[in-house]
């Protein structure tokens, strides 16, 4: 059963039980009324006809009281009439046909009509005198025909208010029907796991209101669902293309090793000359692994935004000296021309973790190393960017990267490189970082003439820096 079909039954049969004792209740106030009416008009009635009696009993005539009492014994509603003598020796009996007057026991005490006979009695006393007693039976059947018409009455009356009521309440909880079938529809889906799709609740009812906010919460569940997912399935990719890659470089180093062993074991001149260009190929090997186990640990502690990071207030002007004293030997022996320059004004600082951003500078120096020609010029500077960031950009004469490709490559694993040596991390790297430092990178780039990749970071004002 449905929530609407309980809510129904139950409200109806709180209905059902109402009316049947309203019902109840009204009868028996108006068979309280019928009855003391019945009571009333006997008394009269036996008044009248002690009057007689006593007459008739007075003057000895007691063969006139059959002739005084008839109209009594006539009345429709009198069932019996008796007088007794003072001895109490009846003097006159009439009925209607059927009653066994005599066989009356009546409990006089009690104006028992459950029977349809109101008893009443009176003693006949005249003077002080006391002249017999006499008994009068009155029909109630008027009363229980007027009670079972009262309760044919109220019954239809209940009625029709039931299947009103039923038809009002049955519209009512329709209102918030299919918004409750909504609500109901999603708890099914969280409690199975399933998270099936929703429609949009009608919002206007107070179910329809809160069957929206289930609905919410039911799509943020799902969202959350599928970017977990999604987070998981990049993580297991990401770990078997990194084994996958880390296992070049370590075979390059087995080779190199095992071309060291043949040649000492041969020991002639020409593995010592040899020797030479197998240790630089060990070294290179060695650099290579390295850097990628530094990227792939740096990108898995970006990825894990509960890792926090080594934050403290950089002053900037330090900061990007270092990388100048750091980056310009390498570029220049790559026989790049090297220009730094700091426009930032001085004084500005901002906040991060050094390490990581001075690998983030790196990144870009490298790439710029790598995507120009020998001879060309590669910029390293900073600036002040708009909404008071600081902006450090590496400028280069390189090849540039076309339009369709400056999305792409700051996905993990996309190079656009030659070189099998490149794995298609360091831009990903890049933006994460800048990301942890609710700082954005940013790209321009002329195909054929070169490329700028800055990185704008917050300025960490003084008064921060205090706090
Ligand atoms: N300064 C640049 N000039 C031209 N192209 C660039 C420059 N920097 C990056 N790119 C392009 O962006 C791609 C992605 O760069 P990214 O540094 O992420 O990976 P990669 O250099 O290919 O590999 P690695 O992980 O070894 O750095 C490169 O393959 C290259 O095509
Ligand atoms: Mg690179």
Redesign the pocket.
Known sequence: MNLRTRLFSISMTIAAVMTAVMIADRVQTQRSALIDKVQSRSADLADLASEAAVYALRSGRTGRLAELLSPFGEMRQVVYIKVLDKEGRPVHRAGAIGVDIDAREIDFSASDVEDGVYDLTRRLIKDDEDWGTLRLGVSTESVSASVAQALRRGLLIGLSFLALLAALLWRISALGGRDMALLVKAAGGINSRTLPPLPAADGESEVGRLSTAFSALHSDLRDERARRKELEDNRKDFFAMAVHDLKQPLTVLKAVNEMILESVQAGGDGGKRDLGRISELSVESIERLNDMVE?LLNISRLDSPDIPLDKRRIELPAFLRECDRDFAAAAERAGRKWVFSDESGGGAWIYGDEKLLKRLVG??V???V???PEGAKIHLGARRGGGGRIEIY?R?E????PEE?REA??EKY????DNN????????FCKMAAERHSGEIKVS?EPGRG?E?AVALPSSGREENES
Not at 414 to 417: A, G, I, K, N, V
Not at 421 to 428: I, S
């Open positions: 990227d990144n870009l490298m790439n710029a790598q995507y120009t590496v280069d390189g090849k540039g990267i490709l490559i700051f996309r190079t656009f490189s040596r490149n794995v298609g991390l360091g831009l990903a780039s490329t990749i």
